[in-house]
C-alpha cells in the first residue's frame, strides 16, 4: 500500500513570506497531483505532474517533482491571504481512483 | 457551465440510522467518484461509478454502497451508522480528460 506523507501539518506565515510544503511517496508516483482545498469547499485541482525533475509554474507556485518521482514539493512566492487552505498531494494509481496526502494547512496572516 | 452539486450540505444522524448522499455531476461527465474526508484518516476512496456500473472500490465496509442514474447522478448510502461515520463526504465527477476530476463541496455527516 502507498504511503504519502505531507509536512509540515501545520504552516502558518505573514503575507508577503515564502513557503514551501513537501510530498513523500512510498512508491513511485503514477501521475502525482496537487489540490488546494478552501474551507467548506471540495479540493480544486491545481497541477499534475508526471515527469521526474518536471518543474511547473502557476503565477507564484512552483511544483518540482524529483528525479526518482516519490517526491515533490510546492512553493509559493509572496504568499497572499488568498493562499490560505489545505493543501493535498495524491496520486492517480489509474483513471478512476485518487490516493491522498492527509495535507498541509496553510495559514497566511495579513 | 454549473459546477458538482451536493446535497444536503449537513446532516445530524443518530447510531443505528441509515443516510443517504446525493450527487450531481457537471453536466456531459459520466464518472463520478465518492471520497470520505475526516481528521484522522484524510480523503479515503470510496467507489466510482461509470454509466451506472461501479468500477473501482475502496476499503470500505459493505455498510457503504451506492448507485448512478442514468442521467449520471448518484448517491451513495450508508445503513447502520456509527459514530465514527461523521464525515465530510466528497463526490467528484469527470469527463473525457480522467486526468481531472471536479469535486463538490461535500456533505458534512453528523451521527451522534
Known amino acids: 500500500t502507498q504511503l504519502l506523507e505531507q509536512s509540515p501539518q501545520f504552516l502558518s506565515i505573514q503575507e508577503g513570506e515564502n513557503l514551501t510544503v513537501y510530498c513523500n511517496s512510498s512508491?513511485?508516483?503514477?501521475?502525482l497531483q496537487w489540490y488546494r482545498q478552501e474551507p467548506g469547499e471540495g479540493p480544486v485541482l491545481l497541477v499534475t505532474?508526471?515527469?521526474?525533475?518536471e518543474v511547473k509554474k502557476l503565477k507564484r507556485l512552483t511544483f518540482q517533482f524529483g528525479d526518482a518521482r516519490k517526491d515533490s514539493s510546492l512553493h509559493i512566492t509572496a504568499a497572499q491571504p488568498g493562499d490560505t487552505g489545505l493543501y493535498l498531494c495524491?496520486?492517480?494509481?489509474?483513471?478512476?481512483?485518487?490516493?491522498f496526502g492527509a495535507g498541509t494547512t496553510v495559514t497566511v496572516r495579513a | 457551465k454549473a459546477g458538482v452539486t451536493q446535497t444536503p450540505r449537513y446532516l445530524i444522524k443518530t447510531r443505528g440510522q441509515q443516510v443517504t448522499l446525493s450527487c450531481s455531476p457537471i453536466?456531459?461527465?459520466?464518472?463520478v467518484s465518492w471520497y470520505q474526508q475526516t481528521p484522522g484518516q484524510g480523503l479515503q476512496f470510496l467507489f466510482e461509478?461509470?454509466?451506472?456500473?461501479?468500477?473501482n472500490k475502496g476499503n470500505f465496509p459493505g455498510r457503504f454502497s451506492g448507485r448512478q442514474f442514468s442521467n449520471s447522478r448518484s448517491e451513495m448510502n450508508v445503513s447502520t451508522l456509527e459514530l465514527g461515520d461523521s464525515a465530510l463526504y466528497l463526490c467528484?465527477?469527470?469527463?473525457?480528460?480522467?486526468?481531472?476530476?471536479?469535486f463538490g463541496p461535500g456533505t458534512r455527516l453528523t451521527v451522534l
Open positions: 467528484a465527477s469527470s469527463g473525457r480528460d480522467y486526468n481531472e476530476q471536479f
Open positions: 512508491s513511485v508516483f503514477s501521475s
Open positions: 505532474v508526471v515527469t521526474g525533475g
Open positions: 495524491a496520486d492517480r494509481f489509474n483513471d478512476y481512483k485518487l490516493s
Open positions: 453536466s456531459g461527465h459520466r464518472s
Open positions: 461509478y461509470f454509466s451506472e456500473t461501479q468500477r
